[in-house]
C-alpha cells in the first residue's frame, strides 16, 4: 500500500493485482480507529507499565517522610522545641520551588530525548541530594537548617524532571481509552507507597534514625535509576495516537516533527491550556494545604498523637481510600469519558468539592485531648468511636485525592500533539508546584499568627475555590481544542505517508 498523490493510494493486493483510490482525510480517520500497528503483547496495562510503577513507587516512598514527619523533623533540626512551622514551611516550599523550574527544562529535554534518559537523570539527582541530607552534622539549629534547605532543593531539582518523563512516556506507550487506568494505576501506587514510606519514615524518625532514613531512600532512588536505564523501553514518538497509526505503521516512518511558533500559538495557547495552568495554581494550594495541616494538627497538643499512631491511621483507612478510589475512578473516569471529553472535567470539579468539605471536617471533629504517652498507646486511641469518624474522612480524602490527576492528565494529553507532552506537562507542573509550594507558606504564616487550625485551614483553603469555577469554563472551549489537534495530526498523517512512498 503506497500514496502517489495528494489524494490517491495505491493497494497492491497479495495476488498480485493493483487498485488505485480516492481517499479523504475523514477516510483515513475511520480506517485509523480500527488499526493498531502496535499490538504492545505484554498482558494489559500492568504489563505495559510496570517498570514506569516501579520507578514511582521508588520516588513516593523516598519523599513521603516530610509532610508526615514535620514535627519530628523540627525536632531533629531543633531538639525539645514546638512546631517550628514557618521554617518547616520554608524547607517545603525551596523544595517545590525549585521542582517546579527545573521541571520546564526537563520537559523540554523530554520532547527532545529519550525519556528513559532524563528519568533516569533525575533519579540519580534525587539519589544524591538523599545520601547528603543524610550526612547533614548536628549540633547547630541554624546550620542544619541550611543544610536542609539546600538539600530538600536539590530533591526538588532532580524530583522535577520525574512527571514530565513519565507524562511524555505514556502519551507514546498507553492506548488513549486506557490513559485513565493507567493514571489510576500510577495514582494507586503513588498513594499506596506514600503511605508505606510515611510509616518507614515515621518509625526510623521517632526512634531517632533519621540519618538511615534519608541513606535509605537514597540508595533507593540510585537503584531506580540504573534500573530505569536498562529496563525501560523507549516508545515511538506518536504511535498512540489514532490519527498517525496508519503511517507509522511502515516502520521506516518516523514522527519528526518540532514545536513551531504556529502550533505553539494554536495549540499550547489553547483556552483550555492556558485555563488548565491558572487553575493548577488555586488547586495545588487546596491540595498541599490538606496534607500540611492535617498531620502537624493531630500530632500537636492537645492531640498529641504520634507520628507512629499517624500512620497507622493511614494504613487502616488511607490504603483502602487510595486504592478503592483510584481503581473505581479510573474505570469509571474512561468509561464516562468514551461518553464526552466534558465528564472527566466534572469529575474533577466534584473530587475539588468533596475534598474541601473534607478537609474544613478533619479540623472540626472533635478530637480528644491526650497525653504524649496515651498519643502513642494505639489501644487508648481505639477506645475513642470519634477516631472512626476521622478515620472515614481520611478514606474519603485518600479515595478523592486521585480523581484530579485521573482525568487531568488525559485531558491535556488529548489537546496538545506528541512534540508538546513534556513541555506541557512541565509547565503545568511549574504552576501546579508553585500554588503546592505557596500552600504551606500561607498556612504557616497564618498559623504563626493565629495558632488556630480551623481558621487557618478555612482561610486558606478559599483560595483554591476560583479553581473549580475555571474548569467550568473549560467546558466552552474543550471540544474545538481537541478538534484542532486532531486536524493538524491527520494532515500529518498524509505528509509523513506521502514522503514515505516518494
Known amino acids: ?91 517545603v516550599s525551596a523544595k517545590l520551588v525549585v521542582l517546579a523550574i527545573t521541571g520546564i527544562v526537563f520537559g523540554f529535554l523530554a520532547d527532545k530525548y529519550r525519556r528513559k534518559s532524563i528519568l533516569s537523570i533525575s533519579l540519580a539527582i534525587m539519589g ?22 539546600l538539600f530538600h532543593a536539590l530533591l ?23 490513559r485513565s487506568r493507567f493514571f489510576g494505576l500510577l ?3 503513588r498513594q499506596l507507597m506514600l503511605i508505606i514510606g510515611m510509616i518507614a519514615s515515621a518509625g526510623l524518625i521517632q526512634l531517632g534514625y533519621w540519618r538511615i532514613y534519608y541513606w535509605i531512600s537514597g540508595g533507593a532512588l540510585l537503584f531506580g ?11 515511538r514518538k506518536g504511535i498512540k495516537h489514532a490519527e498517525l497509526k496508519l503511517a507509522l505503521n511502515d516502520a521506516t ?53 504520634s507520628a507512629t499512631s499517624s500512620s497507622v491511621l493511614m494504613i487502616v483507612f488511607g490504603i483502602p481510600g487510595a486504592i478503592i478510589g483510584s481503581i473505581a475512578f479510573s ?55 470519634i477516631f472512626i469518624v476521622f478515620g472515614v474522612l481520611i478514606f474519603i480524602l485518600r479515595a478523592v485525592l486521585g480523581i484530579y490527576n485521573i482525568n487531568q492528565s488525559p485531558i491535556l494529553q488529548k489537546i496538545n500533539l506528541p512534540e508538546a507532552q513534556g513541555t506541557i506537562s512541565s509547565w503545568n507542573q ?16 497564618i498559623l504563626e499568627v493565629s495558632s488556630n487550625y480551623i481558621l487557618t485551614a478555612i482561610s486558606a483553603m478559599m483560595l483554591g475555590i476560583p479553581a473549580m469555577f475555571m474548569w467550568l469554563l473549560a467546558n466552552r472551549w474543550i471540544e474545538s481544542d481537541i478538534n484542532r489537534v486532531d486536524g493538524i495530526l491527520r494532515q500529518r498523517a498524509i505528509e509523513m505517508k506521502s514522503e514515505s512512498s516518494e
Open 253 to 305: 516512518v518516523e514522527y519528526g516533527y518540532k514545536l513551531n511558533r504556529e502550533t505553539i500559538k494554536s495549540t499550547i495557547f489553547s483556552k483550555t491550556n492556558i485555563i488548565a495552568f491558572i487553575e493548577g495554581v488555586f488547586t495545588w494550594i487546596l491540595f498541599s494545604i490538606a496534607v500540611y495541616l492535617v498531620y502537624p494538627y493531630v500530632q500537636s497538643p492537645p492531640h498529641n498523637i
Open 331 to 385: 474505570k469509571l473516569s474512561d468509561t464516562l469519558a468514551k461518553r464526552h471529553v466534558k465528564n472527566r472535567i466534572y469529575l474533577i470539579i466534584a473530587s475539588m468539592v468533596i475534598l474541601f468539605c473534607v478537609v474544613i471536617l478533619l479540623f472540626i471533629v472533635p478530637l480528644p485531648k491526650l497525653t504524649p504517652g496515651e498519643g502513642t498507646d494505639l489501644m487508648s486511641l481505639v477506645r475513642y468511636p
Open 128 to 149: 544524591i541530594a538523599r545520601l547528603c541530607n543524610g550526612f547533614v552534622p548536628s549540633g547547630d539549629s541554624t546550620v542544619m537548617l541550611g543544610f536542609f534547605i
Open 156 to 178: 526538588g531539582f532532580g524530583q522535577g524532571g520525574i512527571a514530565p518523563s513519565i507524562n511524555a512516556w505514556s502519551n507514546d506507550a498507553i492506548e488513549m481509552d486506557e
Open 430 to 445: 511549574f504552576l501546579e508546584t508553585l500554588g503546592y509550594g505557596i500552600g504551606p507558606l500561607i498556612s504557616g504564616t
Open 225 to 235: 535509576s540504573v534500573f530505569t536505564w536498562l529496563a525501560l523501553e523507549e516508545p
Open 187 to 189: 495514582e494507586t501506587t
Open 1 to 91: 500500500m503506497g500514496k502517489i498523490g495528494p489524494n490517491l493510494m495505491r493497494i497492491e493486493h497479495s495476488t498480485g493485482t493493483t487498485r488505485y483510490i480516492q481517499f479523504s482525510p475523514a477516510m483515513i480517520h475511520r480506517m485509523i480507529l480500527h488499526h493498531d500497528p502496535t499490538p504492545s503483547g505484554r498482558g494489559g496495562i500492568l504489563g505495559q507499565a510496570w517498570e514506569v510503577l516501579v520507578v514511582q513507587s521508588l520516588v513516593s516512598i523516598a519523599v513521603a517522610g516530610l509532610m508526615l514527619n514535620m514535627l519530628g523533623i523540627s525536632q531533629v533540626i531543633w531538639p525539645g522545641d514546638d512546631l517550628h512551622a514557618l521554617h518547616m514551611g520554608i524547607i
